[in-house]
Nanobody, 114 residues
């Protein structure tokens, strides 16, 4: 069964950048449409960005122009480059299929604060 491990989160000031990584084991990711999701305290989990098996990308309106999703199938890894971070981006970030059909990992905490 596939296992997803997210990393790269941390505390950053508004306007800063972080790069998240998601490494998969137990299965190859290349056939999957993968996404980054996030859940802020008291809110539902939401899809932030997706990258399809053919490399096509999609973004939520609130991150367009600031976040970039990418994948390296040779490394079985999905990335999320986050620039111009805002306090509203504070959340636990998870990778999963775009439709979230895989087991959830532990996520990685991103905190944007001065």
């Amino acid at each position: 069964q596939v296992q997803l491990v997210e990393s790269g989160g941390g505390l950053v000031q508004p306007g800063g950048s972080l790069r998240l990584s998601c490494v998969a084991s137990g299965s190859i990711l290349s056939p999957y449409d993968m996404g980054w999701h996030r859940q802020a305290p008291g809110k539902q989990r939401e899809l932030v960005a997706g990258i399809m098996s053919d490399g096509t990308t999609t973004y939520a309106d609130f991150v367009k122009g600031r976040f970039t999703i990418s994948r390296d199938n040779a490394k079985n890894t999905v990335y999320l480059q986050m620039n111009s971070l805002e306090p509203e981006d504070t959340a636990v970030y998870y990778c999963n299929g775009v439709v979230a059909g895989l087991p959830w990992g532990q996520g990685t905490q991103v905190t944007v604060s001065s």
